[in-house]
């Protein structure tokens, strides 16, 4: 008798190529028949922000700190939500609007705390990641600031950010 072994997928990846939303969904839910609910959030490149147009967005992050960071994010997570598995995808380099940027995928038995959790990563990816994002605009290339409203959110769910305030 053969036997199969599964081969765990990372809960993080940080990649400049895309990705397939479909297969990302299916390898999360695999050989796991206690999933009710599968929620996810998929962030794409917009073609304007704060008013002006964007021909391309360029992300950098900082190689080993940022999917460590992301893996304490999901454990956070596992701790606080009642969740089976999540997994997080972020792209880097130039992208272009309509790309896929981001990608949060979370399991659970029931669809509220997949939600709880999809959006609670969501607000601490924005926020806790290191990401530096880069536009480029008719008048020129700008690296994009922290939001209040970012640093509000991840509020909601009792954790301080100042990212916001920091950079102005």
């Known amino acids: 008798m053969e036997q199969t072994l599964k081969v765990a997928m990372p809960r993080v990846r940080i990649q400049t190529e895309d990705f ?8 999360l839910r695999a050989g796991d028949p206690g999933v009710g609910a599968v929620a996810t959030f998929l962030g794409t490149v917009r073609d304007r922000n704060d008013g002006s147009g964007v021909s391309q967005m360029e992300l950098e992050h900082y190689p080993g700190m940022t999917e460590t960071a992301i893996e304490a994010m999901i454990d956070a997570a596992l701790a606080r939500f009642d969740i089976r598995a999540a997994r997080v995808i972020h792209r880097v380099g130039p992208l272009a609007p309509t790309d896929q940027i981001v990608l949060v995928v979370v399991s659970s038995a029931h669809r509220g705390q997949a939600f ?21 605009t008719p008048g ?19 954790i301080q950010s100042a990212n916001a305030a920091a950079g102005a």
């Not at 397939?20 to 390898?27: F, K, M, Q, R, Y």
């Not at 969501?122 to 290191?130: N, V």
Request: charge should be negative; charged fraction near 30%.
């Open 20 to 27: 397939d939303l479909g297969a990302e969904v299916a390898a």
């Open 116 to 136: 709880q959790a999809c959006e609670f990563l969501m607000d601490y990816l924005k926020t806790q990641a290191p990401f530096w994002k880069k536009e480029t």
């Open 140 to 158: 020129g290339a700008r690296w994009v600031d922290a939001r209040v409203s970012d640093d509000e959110a991840l509020a909601r769910w009792g």
